[in-house]
């Protein structure tokens, strides 16, 4: 069976998100359009994609912002930026921050094509068995694999996504409002109060991370970063 790779398209300009779209559809993809650095940060952090097409101008702020979020998280994943600014210095900030190609408009979708391609082969060697070592513990997001001090604990889906949220943001705070909005993505109006809690509860014991998953009170709760 073919596996299934997400990219995440930042493009605040709707027809064009929607050619690329198009363009970059084919099977064993699954494409991803947000239209501003909010939802782009929700996207990109909840499911690391196998990449990211980033346009620098958007509504809320400049992409390359987020250029440098992902590379100080240590997101693995290849960023290709869009930009209608093409000067020298553009190009070099964009590179210099971690972008790993850079494409100036008006472009050819066939060269675009191309290049994405040409990224995710690149990265597609490493990312299969890349996994997060942080003390005793070992997180394979990809394959779905998380040990304690070389024990496998199963973890459900919600937990899942809850923990590689926790861990992609160590040493920061997510609010518990951020948190149930971004772990209850499928449109229910109502999300009980205390299932944020309850699945907190769940991990921190599955995993015995007392002292890694903290609560901040009146806040929110935090992984606590260490010296991994």
């Not at 693995?76 to 869009?82: D, F, H, Q, S, T």
């Not at 149930?180 to 109060?193: F, H, K, P, S």
């Not at 944020?196 to 014991?205: E, F, G, M, P």
Request: charged share 30%.
């Amino acid at each position: 069976m073919q596996k299934t790779v997400q990219i995440v398209i930042v493009e605040d300009d709707r027809d064009l998100a929607t050619g690329l779209c198009k363009a970059l559809k084919e099977e064993g993809r699954n494409i991803v359009s947000c239209e501003d650095l909010k939802s782009a940060r929700d996207q990109i952090f909840l499911t690391s994609p196998a990449l990211v097409l980033l346009d620098v101008n958007l509504p809320d702020g400049n992409g390359l912002d987020l250029v440098k979020e992902i590379r100080e998280k240590n997101l693995p994943v290849p960023i290709i930026m869009l930009s209608a600014n093409d000067t020298d210095a553009d190009v070099v900030k964009g590179l210099e921050l971690g972008a790993d190609d850079y494409v100036t408009k008006p472009f050819s979708l066939s060269v675009l094509r191309a290049r994405v391609s040409t990224q995710l082969r690149k990265h597609e060697t490493g990312s299969a068995g890349d996994e997060l070592r942080i003390g005793d513990y070992a997180f394979d997001f990809e394959r779905m694999i998380f040990t304690v001090a070389g024990q496998e604990v199963s973890l459900s889906k919600i937990e899942q996504r809850l923990l590689k949220m926790l861990v992609s943001n160590r040493g920061v705070t997510l609010s518990r409002d951020d948190l149930v909005d971004r772990l209850w993505t499928d449109g229910a109006e109502y999300v009980d109060e205390n299932a944020l809690s309850v699945a907190i509860k769940r991990l921190r014991d599955k995993l015995s991370a007392k002292d890694y998953i903290k609560t901040i009170y009146g806040l929110g709760y935090m992984w606590v970063k260490s010296d991994e």
